[in-house]
């Protein structure tokens, strides 16, 4: 019987993992049988759902999160180590700025030195996940850019990608918990699994699912709008907000 098809997760989130996982080995390679959870990201959620996917399919994964990877040498060389193991490479991340946290624009650096170093001898794929706070999907397409040209300079295989908006609807909760509101991203999600298992892209539908609103962006603007007087009243600066302190 051959080995199954090796797939790394690499969490670019910068949020914390839970307490009780502190100081644990991230380089346990599981079959997902009873299904891993999340710790407090919503990259990390998505992540974790598209991974039990593919690990109920039959395929051994592992999750790294690329913040703590880069804190030692040792981590670092374990974390080019999975990569070099991995058949499917697998990135998932907030929106920071348009483009990528700087945690993982650094592993990404270390990668791509690493192949350069130690060529690959078979194929890799790579498949992203991107998610933003504002509600609209579209804004996550200049990180997809960013990471289809890091495949492409690399060697890797373009896999395709999935971007979310409206992440905060998620904050690292288990998307079996959310029900109705996300079950389309459960949907794109598991279609993905099934493509890439079966040596294909993200299917252009799971991307069109993935995309749907979480949250009306009416609704988004309405309540951030609100909080923002909220909080302004809160700190004693209502009166101010349309000041211009650096128009002469």
Same mark, same amino acid.
């Given at each position: ?139 996550? =397409? ?5 990471? &289809?040209?890091? $495949? %492409?300079?690399?060697? !890797?295989?373009? *896999?395709?990608?999935? +971007? ?11 998307? =079996? ?5 996300? &079950?389309?991203? $459960? %949907?794109?999600?598991? !279609?993905?699994? *099934?493509?890439?298992? +079966? ?50």
């Amino acid at each position: 019987m051959t080995a199954p098809e090796r797939v790394v997760l690499l969490v670019g989130s910068g949020k914390a993992p839970a307490a009780a996982d502190v100081g644990t080995d991230q380089r346990r390679v599981r079959p997902h049988r009873r299904g891993l959870t999340a710790q407090g990201s919503t990259s990390e959620a998505l992540g974790i759902y598209l991974l039990n996917a593919l690990g109920k399919l039959g395929l051994a994964c592992e999750t790294l999160r690329v913040q703590r990877c880069l804190r030692s040498e040792e981590a670092r060389r374990g974390m080019l180590a999975a990569v070099r193991e991995a058949s499917l490479v697998l990135l998932s991340f907030p929106l920071y700025w348009d483009a990528l946290p700087a945690a993982l624009t650094r592993s990404l650096e270390l990668i791509s030195e690493d192949r350069r170093s130690n060529p690959p001898v078979r194929t890799q794929r790579l498949a992203t996940i991107v998610n933003c706070g504002f509600p609209e999907a579209s804004r996550c =397409e200049a990180a997809l850019s960013i990471c &289809r040209q890091f $495949a %492409r300079e690399t060697g !890797l295989v373009w *896999a395709g990608g999935l +971007a979310l908006g409206g992440g905060g609807t998620i904050s690292g909760r288990h998307l =079996e918990k959310l029900g109705r509101r996300v &079950r389309h991203v $459960a %949907r794109a999600l598991e !279609l993905s699994a *099934a493509a890439l298992v +079966a040596g294909q892209p993200v299917p252009p539908a799971a991307a069109r699912l993935m995309a749907r609103p979480i949250v009306s962006p009416f609704a988004y603007r309405f309540v951030g709008n609100m909080l923002w007087r909220w909080h302004a009243k809160a700190f004693g600066a209502y009166s101010r907000l349309h000041d211009r302190p650096y128009e002469r």
